[in-house]
């Protein structure tokens, strides 16, 4: 069975994350299989936006524990080269909508945050567990976090490993709407569908990187 999920839409892609057994916890076969699709899709003309969600009750959990207790620690999940998946959004350059259907933890955290437009529900919780299982965030999360949430926030998230709730994420600009869960997929569909229709993606990733490199150097790189 694929653990990622391909649904072609008119304009743009439904990316399913599936693994809903282990909350969708990222192992090798998964992350090559979405960086995999995100090349097909950066190469598919009739795509412009894509939108990311989770099978099952969970977004993502993460990198897979399992993996991570054999004796070769994180080795064993070979999360470089054709399984970096941080590197494979880097390279995506059309927009990318996350539908954050449900626990969204360390690695799945740092996933969320990949995205260009992150949408949550009821059921949406996110958690900066990487202290308390003892792995550095190597995603972005340590200096994407503080940029979105602000220092302090992102400082207790970080240190305390607890739950940040869906309410809290809206409050605090984590997400761009909170809505019924529902209506989650629903609503993710219509801002790629609009995407599409606007036909001018240009801007959308490049905004992002701009306001991560600071102002001054995001000014320089807007110049055409």
């Not at 057994?21 to 995999?36: H, I, R």
């Not at 054999?70 to 959004?89: K, M, R, T, V, Y």
């Not at 437009?117 to 792995?135: M, P, S």
């Not at 940029?147 to 998230?157: F, L, N, T, V, W």
Request: include cysteine; charge should be neutral.
């Amino acid at each position: 069975m694929p653990t990622i999920l391909i649904d072609r839409k008119e304009g743009y892609a439904v990316l399913t994350l599936n693994r809903p057994e282990s909350l969708n916890a990222l192992n090798p076969e998964m992350m090559t299989e979405l960086c995999a699709a995100l090349r097909m899709l950066e190469d598919d003309a009739a795509c412009s936006a894509i939108v990311l969600t989770g099978a099952g009750r969970g977004f993502c959990a993460g990198l897979d524990l399992k993996l991570l207790s054999q004796p070769e620690g994180i080795a064993a999940l070979d999360i470089s080269g054709a399984n970096d998946i941080h590197e494979a959004f880097q390279r995506f350059s059309k927009p990318v909508i996350m539908a954050v259907n449900g626990i969204a933890a360390t690695g799945g955290f740092e996933l969320a945050l990949m995205g260009d437009i992150l949408l949550g529900c009821e059921n949406t919780r996110f958690a900066d567990t990487h202290a308390r299982v003892g792995i550095a965030p190597g995603w972005g999360l340590s200096q994407k976090l503080a940029r979105i949430i602000g220092p302090s926030r992102a400082k207790e998230a970080h240190y305390t490993g607890n739950f940040i709730s869906a309410q809290q994420a809206s409050d605090w600009g984590l997400m761009s709407r909170l809505v019924a869960a529902d209506r989650l997929l629903v609503e993710a569909e219509k801002i790629a569908s609009d995407i599409h229709e606007a036909a001018w993606v240009w801007s959308s990733r490049w905004l992002i990187r701009a306001w991560l490199l600071g102002l001054k150097r995001g000014l320089l790189s807007s110049r055409p």
